[in-house]
């Protein structure tokens, strides 16, 4: 690929030694990800802001099917396209809000924004390539640099060609990937930094706080640095007053807070634009904004004075913490909070989130642990005095106890304290409180009874949960899954196709789907669905072996093994990849490598039967039927009485003269119901026919 079909990254100490060689790529649209200006998508926020009107004037279909990802990545974006459709979460107050969305969720929408960025960028590629220049990726937030590093990987800089600036410093390993991947690195040229001109100093300390403390001119920061307390202080507060009318939700994630914590205010007005900011950020998803907000705004509280700002930052960093994977900071958080407080509800809250840790992200899990903690957020919500809330935080806890009887395999006793939950709001509650909550308990209930095989109920539990809140993806596919189940694959295929439609391109959805249309025969519509899917997240294990399956099944081989082979790099203990790696080796004719790759699959995982029936074939089509028969033999201790190994092992047993053993293995089969009887009869009577030929040589011997 030549540099003009490639991205770029310009490296340089400062703004200023990328401004030239950015300034060359002759950009369509330029935005700083500097975290402090706008938040988990600075950067993004501008680009979307450039494009977005202009392509629904002139293509207002596209913008509409990704409606849901545009305005959830700026929501002012509704004032050029309208409003995003209504859920259960976005109308529920925000104190009844049980429902949080994590880093899987935003990793989603971020795919739909780059899938709409793509397709807008191709659909005026007679233009020429749009640019688009993304700098201070070292200062961004942990979800614009996510964002980036996928465009790069999926953007074609024939219509798209992203243009990134950043200093030396590391970068997240993804970014950093897809930059040493798909970019050609472009040093600038550095220049020895202005001395601070004495005169000009008020004017530079002005400067940088006007940058909203992004600046990285190293003037503008000495004299930042070397000015009075209080001057600084009283700059922040004015760039706070003048940003604050009409501020965007970029600005109440990123200057706005910057601002108010170094204003003359910290505690008071700095600690209430946390909040504000947190508040956001809990509701949208953002995991590391999350945490960032919760620590900074922690650090602001007296914890006597302060106890309730302090127990809401610290608990809500604290459950941020689990989807970044920092559980032993986010225990500690939670357990400093039962030390400090002897209060119910800390108490109750903090023993809850815990007990979810322990039985969902810990490994091992301690489903023991989150017992006792459990049962004792369930005394404790017994104890609430308002009669509304007692209800409700009795079956919240009821809800965190069932899903850990579900890890402990009584699915019954789960199953009792959900209904029982439902039921206890339905009477005591009045209908329009903990609307969100009542969903959830009816999901749960739901996903219950698909675990106990329930199906028309789980079905009918789902239908409902559809009608309260027809937006939410997982409803969707969940029923989908049911109506598969149940042998209605219409109604699954019309359930997936609605998910797909209705919200985030979540992988898992067009893997269900894929997986659907494939075994209704519609190969090129999986196929499709499956190298979305792909694109999206190459790493997707199951999309994967999907797709290397389908290609062998539609005799291509050969794209079969780049799949395989391409799995196997961040994958190689999976016995699937090389036994898939096997077949396609063995249909491209290298029967050495495919032997190969058959004793690998066996090597990670001696029980993986269809490595062995793999390898058994392989031995008899190179005349080896005592080998066949062995991994046959291997094959069935696993696998139990399948009637196609037992019919191969039969085969293999009259090539080598062993006709009683082929014929009991014949009969197996035949026994096993929706064995293919017309060949295995076939394979016998050849059977007695070797053995009466071989039994009338002896003879005339």
Not at 82 to 90: C, H, K, Q, Y
Not at 133 to 138: A, G, P, W, Y
Not at 453 to 466: F, K, N, P, S, V
Request: hydrophobic content about 40%; proline content about 6%; glycine content about 6%.
């Amino acid at each position: 690929m030549s540099s003009a079909a490639r991205h770029l990254w310009v490296v340089g100490s400062s703004r200023a030694a990328r401004r030239s060689p950015i300034a060359a790529t002759g950009p369509d649209v330029s935005a700083s990800c500097h975290a402090r200006l706008r938040g988990p998508y600075s950067g993004v926020v501008e680009v979307l802001q450039a494009i977005v009107p202009q392509a629904y004037r002139q293509w207002p279909e596209l913008v509409d099917r990704h409606r849901v990802e545009l305005l959830n990545t700026v929501p002012e974006l509704a004032l050029h396209i309208g409003p995003a459709p209504d859920t259960l979460v976005a109308t529920t107050p925000h104190e009844e809000r049980t429902r949080f969305f994590g880093l899987h969720y935003i990793r989603a929408m971020s795919q739909g924004v780059i899938t709409f960025l793509l397709e807008h960028a191709r659909r005026g590629r007679h233009t020429g390539p749009i640019t688009v220049v993304l700098d201070d990726l070292q200062a961004a937030e942990p979800t614009a640099q996510e964002f980036v590093g996928i465009l790069l990987r999926r953007a074609d800089p024939r219509y798209l060609r992203v243009v990134v600036g950043s200093t030396g410093e590391p970068l997240p390993p993804e970014l950093a990937t897809a930059l040493a991947t798909h970019a050609n690195r472009l040093a600038g040229p550095e220049h020895a930094p202005d001395p601070v001109a004495g005169p000009d100093h008020d004017r530079l300390v002005r400067s940088f706080v006007e940058s909203d403390g992004s600046s990285d001119d190293p003037a503008e920061l000495a004299a930042y640095q070397a000015a009075d307390p209080r001057v600084r202080a009283r700059l922040h507060d004015a760039r706070a007053e003048a940003l604050a009318p009409g501020a965007d939700q970029g600005l109440l994630l990123g200057a706005l807070p910057y601002h108010r914590e170094r204003g003359s205010d910290p505690a008071g007005a700095g600690r209430a634009a946390l909040r504000a900011a947190l508040e956001v950020c809990v509701a949208a998803g953002y995991s590391a904004a999350t945490v960032d907000f919760g620590l900074r705004g922690r650090a602001l509280c007296d914890p006597d004075a302060d106890r309730e700002d302090y127990c809401h930052f610290t608990a809500k960093a604290a459950s941020a913490m689990i989807s970044l994977d920092r559980l032993t900071e986010c225990v500690e958080l939670l357990r400093e909070l039962r030390r400090r407080y002897p209060l119910p509800r800390v108490q109750m809250t903090s023993a809850y989130a815990l007990a979810m840790v322990y039985t969902r992200f810990l490994v091992p899990a301690d489903h023991d642990t989150a017992l006792e903690l459990a049962n004792a957020a369930r005394a404790i919500a017994a104890l609430e005095p308002d009669p509304v809330e007692a209800v409700f935080f009795q079956v919240y806890q009821d809800n965190g106890l069932a899903l850990i009887e579900t890890h402990r395999g009584n699915l019954q006793r789960a199953f009792d304290l959900v209904d029982a939950g439902l039921r206890r709001l339905d009477r005591e509650v009045p209908t329009s409180r903990y609307v969100v909550h009542r969903s959830q308990l009816l999901h749960n209930r739901a996903r219950t009874l698909i675990a106990l095989g329930r199906l028309d109920e789980a079905y009918a539990d789902l239908t409902l949960l559809i009608g309260w809140d027809p937006y939410y993806v997982e409803y969707h596919t969940d029923r989908g899954n049911v109506s598969r189940r149940r042998g209605d694959l219409a109604a699954a295929l019309a359930d997936y196709d609605r998910a797909v439609a209705v919200g985030a391109p979540f992988p898992e959805v067009f893997y269900n789907r894929a997986d659907l249309l494939a075994q209704l025969g519609r190969y090129d519509e999986a196929l499709a669905d499956l190298d979305y899917l792909l694109e999206m997240e190459p790493e997707f294990l199951e999309g994967r072996v999907s797709r290397a399956n389908l290609h062998l099944e539609q005799g291509r081989p050969d794209a079969a093994l780049v799949d395989s082979r391409t799995g196997l790099v961040s994958d190689p203990g999976d016995p699937r990849l090389w036994c898939l790696t096997g077949l396609a080796e063995q249909e491209l004719g290298a029967v050495d490598r495919a032997r190969a790759a058959y004793d690998q699959a066996l090597a990670v995982d001696p029980s993986y039967a269809m490595a062995a029936v793999n390898r058994a074939v392989l031995a008899y089509e190179l005349g080896d039927p005592a080998g066949a028969a062995e991994d046959l033999t291997a094959a069935l201790a696993v696998l139990g009485e399948d009637p196609d190994v037992l019919g191969n092992r039969g085969i293999a047993y009259t090539d080598l003269g062993r006709y009683g053993e082929a014929l009991a293995d014949f009969d197996r089969a035949l026994a096993v119901p929706g064995a293919d009887h017309t060949e295995l009869r076939r394979q016998r009577d050849r059977c007695v026919a070797a053995a009466d030929r071989a039994a009338l040589t002896a003879t005339l011997s």
